[in-house]
């Protein structure tokens, strides 16, 4: 692990461990969107590292509540960044990463590090085992198989996301027929 890499985690990870919105965003659903971040920038040749360190902030905002989490997180972001001297074309990239991972943003770009960081988050979800039973109890089941394909459209921003998530999503809507 890089140097650089060491010290977003150090910076992002308090914000997520302390997260009473989710006390568990850190070792699940942070750890996931880093993991599928890294795979997803691979297979479509971006750059893998702008990509861990977008994943690593994108939620850092939530420590403040979900409302406006991304903006939020965006600024911290690029403080942050700014301080380490980052170039500033990168903070720029991973600063709008951080801010449009959400589904509204999902075809509002066509920088390809954006889309990446939509679909891991995305991606992610399928196999956060907590997130998925938490959902399930608080959703029923209707509603959980409506959030299931909403998260699937996400995950399918590229076809690489969606050839991650395909086989998990069927097994969950399988499971409810």
Known sequence: MSELIEQVEEFAKP?????ETDPTLWEQHT????????????????????????????????????????ERGAQWSQAFLEDLGLPQEKIE???????????????????????????????????????????????GEEK????????????CTLDSGKKLAETRYKELIANFK
């Open 15 to 19: 914000f997520c461990i302390d997260n």
């Open 31 to 70: 750890r996931l969107v880093r993991e599928y971040a890294v795979k997803i920038a691979k297979i479509e040749g971006v750059d893998e590292e702008l990509l861990e360190i977008s994943a690593l902030l994108h939620d850092i905002g939530t420590a403040a509540g979900r409302d406006d989490h991304a």
């Open 93 to 139: 990239l991973i600063v709008e990463c951080v801010r449009k991972h959400g589904t509204q943003w999902i075809g509002t770009t066509d920088k390809l590090e954006v889309k990446v960081i939509q679909a891991a988050d995305g991606v992610a979800l399928f196999f956060d085992e907590i997130l998925l039973e938490r959902k399930q109890k608080q959703l």
């Open 144 to 155: 959980f198989l409506r959030k299931i394909d909403a998260w699937f459209t996400k995950a």
